[in-house]
Nanobody
Framework: QVQLVESGGGLVQPGGSLRLSCAAS????????MSWYRQAPGKERELVAT????????AYADFVKGRFTISRDNAKNAVYLQMNSLKPEDTAIYYC?????????????WGQGTQVTVSS
């Protein structure tokens, strides 16, 4: 069955770094656009970064530009989020999402999330 399993979250001090990983299985990973989202307590889930199926295109939310980097390894069926210069406002549960669009439908899958806490 389809699985997306995030890992790498934890507690980090402001200014620190974390690298999140998302391991995918059960679908043809290389055909899916992958994204990282996050949801802070009491807030809506928001898009953080997206990477195209081949890894050739990326896009970032303004609030992480220059600090976060999304990447993928299609041979390992994994997507990553390198997070540098972390701020307390980056505290959230981080989710990965797989998306494939067809002519008349789309398929998307979500992971269960990994907690990132930025605090001194």
């Amino acid at each position: 069955q389809v699985q997306l399993v995030e890992s790498g979250g934890g507690l980090v001090q402001p200014g620190g770094s974390l690298r999140l990983s998302c391991a995918a299985s059960g679908f043809t990973f290389s055909r899916y656009t992958m994204s990282w989202y996050r949801q802070a307590p009491g807030k809506e889930r928001e898009l953080v970064a997206t990477i195209g199926s081949t890894g050739g295109s990326t896009a970032y939310a303004d609030f992480v530009k220059g600090r976060f980097t999304i990447s993928r390894d299609n041979a390992k069926n994994a997507v990553y989020l390198q997070m540098n210069s972390l701020k307390p406002e980056d505290t959230a549960i981080y989710y990965c999402k797989a998306l494939r669009r067809y002519s008349f439908k789309s398929e998307e899958y979500w992971g269960q999330g990994t907690q990132v806490t930025v605090s001194s």
